[in-house]
């Protein structure tokens, strides 16, 4: 069952598309990611879903409901992180979460248990009391994470949520939305453009120039990339290179490092390449199609080739 539907959603910020026709569904329990390089639009759509963005065309909706004719009902459905920290730095942990209850117009009782329980969670219980300025980045995270999640969101979004974070307490936050599916239940929505996450997610879309390029579990994707790679370094290389091309038909690229060729299994063609080949092989090394070659496979380009995030203003 969908849980999130967009059709044919457009955005232009003083007339510039920056979403230009988006389309895609996120199914109930599952990590949708939405990966794409700077500038790509996924900030605006996951905006646009929160029902902090106005959209011109095209229809979406949340948990059933009409994200522009029924924003409120939305807002009140899901969680929301996004990339900068909204967190009070002088109150506490159990103070941050308890004013959101408020907000949320939570009665008393019901807020405190919410907050136990979520604090376990997050395995921040017995940091409770502390000031939140005394947290590491990634304690945060998962404080804020924590937040979005005390009013029993059904989806819960997340923009880049382990931007900036160092990368062994990216992997705990990353753990911990991975977990949440199977503490808390809940569809999660979120965008990234780093890989990794991205592999660990359900499904991805992946958004390019404010369209959807492709959308599947990533190993689908990664299955329409035809072959995989395999990197030597011999003794004579160029002889190599003609041997290769002689007895497998195969056309093998000068690399810095030595040769490098497409095969369609990897660990079957090594084996034959050991038997067949005169020259001594030095090293040899595979790698398996990754979403980075899915993403040039799709669009020519590196993700990472492109430049530092643009400057925006949100509304
Ligand atoms: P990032 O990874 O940097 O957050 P993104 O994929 O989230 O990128 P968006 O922030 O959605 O991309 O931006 C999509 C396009 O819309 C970009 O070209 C961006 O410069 C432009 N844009 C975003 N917000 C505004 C705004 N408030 N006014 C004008 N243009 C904007």
Known sequence: MSIIQVENLVKRYNGVEAVRGVSFDVREGEVFGFLGPNGAGKTTTISIL?????????????????CRKEANKVRSSIGLVF??????????????????????NMEKKLAEKRIDEI????????????????????????????????????????????????????????????????TEGNTVFMTTHYMDEAEACDRIAIIDNGRIIACARPDELKR???????????????KARLEIDEKFSLKAKKTDAGLSLLVDAGEKFIPRLFERLTVEIL???????????VFINLTGREIREYGPPPQRMRG
């Not at 329409?224 to 160029?238: L, P, V």
């Not at 090293?283 to 070659?293: A, G, I, M, R, T």
Request: with cysteine.
């Open 83 to 104: 990339q900068e920290v909204t967190l009070d730095n002088d109150l506490t942990a159990y103070e941050n979460l308890k004013f959101h209850c408020y907000m949320y």
């Open 50 to 66: 929160c029902t902090l963005l106005n959209f011109d065309s095209g229809v979406a909706s949340v948990n059933g409901f009409d």
């Open 224 to 238: 329409a990339i035809k072959g995989d790679t395999i990197y030597i370094k011999t003794a004579n290389d160029e």
């Open 119 to 182: 604090l376990s969670v997050v395995g921040l219980n017995d940091r409770r009391g502390d000031l939140v300025k005394k947290f590491s980045g990634g304690m945060k995270r998962r404080l804020e994470i924590a937040r979005g999640l005390l009013h029993r969101p059904k989806v819960l979004f997340l923009d880049e949520p382990t931007l900036g974070l160092d990368p062994q307490t990216r992997s705990h936050v990353w753990e911990f939305i991975k977990n949440l599916k199977k």
């Open 283 to 293: 090293s040899v090394n595979l790698k398996k199609p990754s979403l980075e070659d």
